[in-house]
């Protein structure tokens, strides 16, 4: 069993940064590949970024390609998403979530988070 948190959602302008947090409890935090999903109002929750268990294997979708960078720190249980040259389409509630593979399929991940809000005004 993993039991994730996120934080650091919030609102920002357009063009700005904001940096969420995932801490993780439960069984080993390193065995799991980590990912971020989003989910914007009347839209299906999508893929955006995911991590393996030793950092090895990144993988982004396109939407967010070279604008956000996940992290991770198995020695804190935690993970990261760096999300860098914010726009309004971004706004979205934002997920971590743990699983055994890499994978930018949600039904995937078998831990999930509560999801923060992350805001990007025009």
């Known amino acids: 069993q993993v039991q994730l948190v996120e934080s650091g959602g919030g609102l920002v302008q357009a063009g700005g940064s904001l940096r969420l947090s995932c801490a993780a409890s439960g069984r080993t935090f390193s065995s799991y590949v980590m990912g971020w999903f989003r989910q914007a109002p009347g839209k299906e929750r999508e893929f955006v970024a995911a991590?393996?268990?030793?950092?090895?294997?990144?993988a982004y979708a396109d939407s967010v390609k070279g604008r956000f960078t996940i992290s991770r720190d198995n020695a804190k249980s935690a993970g990261y998403l760096q999300m860098n040259s914010l726009k309004p389409e971004d706004t979205a509630i934002y997920y971590c979530?743990?699983?055994?593979?890499?994978?930018?399929?949600?039904?995937?991940?078998?831990?999930w988070g509560q999801g923060t809000q992350v805001t990007v005004s025009s």
């Open positions: 991590i393996s268990g030793s950092a090895g294997t990144i």
């Open positions: 979530a743990a699983g055994p593979s890499m994978s930018a399929i949600s039904t995937n991940y078998r831990y």
